[in-house]
């Protein structure tokens, strides 16, 4: 069998770029981004609505049960964050190289990722499993909460070395051109927890009632089943990368490459942990049903603005094709293009969230305490969602060019300099509503510099025209 290396590139250039997938730099860019986008919203929509089942049903079981999941959401932030970010660098890395034809590394990268998944999995399970209690206690488990989360913590964290590896090749996936792999990845991840949750949580049939466990080993099978198809889609003929066990001989410098862009990614993600963690303590002296309304709201918003991710990945992989073609225009014109459509999509979610966020709640829970928190919750949050879009597409414009620091430090500014003294601050005056108001009014601030910021990397961009 010939031996793929950069001696040979030419050789397969021809035949890779027949391989099935869209051509990121021809085209009329609307179509062209619905293209990329569509499977990703798809898929993160699905993945969003799997979160809202957990609790749909867990609201069903006990509200104890939705906080304690509500507490271990962000330590299942912080496993994700690893996958996120070695998937958004390992990407953005291919992206370029795509564009740039060196289809060797771009094959190589994927495969230094996916050693790296089943290298940090096995991490995260380790110390997960060590120190368990004090990572729960760390993320604010206290009391009936902290029995619940730590049944749940110790058996979803035996799935991340899948989880990681499912999210390393969804940004993949995108950055080949061939965003409907990716999304049905994540269609059979949510559809077979969404189907499994109610069997295993209530024990319907022959399934025992297992309660909180029942919804973390649903979660593992998932994740199992999801990241067996990316592989196989990896290794497919028709795949670019046409992934095989050489591309996964450690090669530090694709590793680093992968992490240029991927680090302040994995750290963007563990600051928004890092928030939760805040959210939760300081819910916590709200009592246990604010902490839960925290989770229904979470979710419910999440819905929206996963969609507006699943747009962001869309255009990242396009931004970083045309930055390495050097098709300049090209890429401004496609960023501009995703913010209108990003801005149109968020502002029609607000207007529904704000009008039906009562009836909206009703379908999870009739239990009036949690409702009398959550709607409020719910409306606030909204607002969040008018600049949502184009900060979200923005910070992927950052990614896809391969500037991930700098997509780092403008979260971290907006999470950890207004954010969570806002969280910290606004609750001595104004109570539940100060902390619900903490995050729109954050995002109104950071949308101005972010703005800034995008509007210097484009003045810089049509220096090169």
């Known amino acids: 069998m010939l031996q793929r290396t950069d001696d040979n590139e030419s050789l397969f250039q021809a035949s890779d770029m027949k391989k099935d997938g869209l051509d ?33 049903w867990l609201t069903r079981l006990d509200p104890q049960a939705v906080a304690a999941l509500t507490v271990c959401f962000p330590i299942q932030i912080i496993f994700g964050a690893i996958g996120v970010g070695t998937g958004v660098g390992a990407g953005s890395f291919a992206a370029r190289m795509f564009g740039a034809g060196q289809h060797t590394k771009a094959r190589q990268t994927a495969g230094q990722a ?33 029995p619940l989360s730590r049944q749940y913590l110790v058996t979803v964290v035996i799935g991340s070395p899948f989880l990681l590896c499912l999210m390393v090749s ?18 059979v991840m949510s559809s077979t927890g969404a189907i499994l949750d109610p069997f295993l949580i209530f024990g319907l049939g022959l399934f025992p009632m297992l309660g909180i466990l029942g919804a973390a080993i649903s979660a593992v099978v998932s994740y199992f089943l999801a990241s067996l198809l990316s592989l196989y889609y990896l290794r497919m003929n028709a795949s670019r990368y046409n992934l095989n066990w050489s591309h996964m001989i450690p ?6 490459s992968i992490y240029q862009t991927g680090f302040p990614t994995v750290i963007m993600n563990f600051f928004f942990s890092l928030v939760m963690i805040v959210y939760n303590h300081v819910l916590g002296a709200f009592g246990p049903m604010a902490i839960a309304a925290l989770g229904l709201c979470f979710r419910i918003n999440h819905l929206v603005i996963m969609v507006l991710f699943g747009m962001g990945h869309g255009i990242m992989p396009m931004v970083g094709f045309s930055e390495g073609a050097g098709l300049h225009k090209r890429l401004m014109e496609t960023v501009n293009v995703a913010v209108k459509i990003s801005v149109l999509f968020s502002t029609t979610a607000f207007v529904i969230l704000e009008v039906f966020a009562y009836p909206i709640l009703l379908l999870f829970t009739s239990d009036q305490e949690l409702l009398t928190i959550a709607v409020p919750a719910v409306r606030i949050f909204a607002t969040m969602l008018l600049l949502g879009g184009p900060i979200i597409v923005w910070i992927n414009m950052f990614i896809g060019l391969g500037k991930g620091l700098t997509s780092m430090l403008l979260l971290m500014m907006r999470d950890t300099l207004l954010l969570i003294p806002m969280l910290l601050f606004l609750p001595s005056l104004f109570g539940l509503t100060g902390v619900w108001a903490a995050q729109p009014i954050a995002n109104l601030l950071a949308f101005f510099v972010i703005l800034f910021w995008k509007k210097r990397e484009f003045r810089m961009i049509e220096e090169k025209i």
Do not use: H
């Open 251 to 256: 090669n530090f410098s694709i590793i680093a």
């Open 114 to 146: 996916i050693l790296l998944c089943a290298l940090l999995g096995l991490v995260i399970i380790v110390i997960t499993l060590i120190y368990q209690d004090t990572i729960l206690e760390i993320f604010g488990a206290t009391g009936d909460i902290l």
């Open 24 to 56: 990121l730099g021809k085209g009329p860019i609307l179509p062209l981004l619905l293209k990329m986008s569509w499977p990703s919203i798809a898929a993160m929509f699905a993945m969003a609505l799997y979160n809202l089942v957990d609790i749909f």
């Open 170 to 187: 969804n940004n993949l996936l995108r950055a080949e051109g061939n965003p409907k792999a990716s999304m049905y990845v994540i269609l």
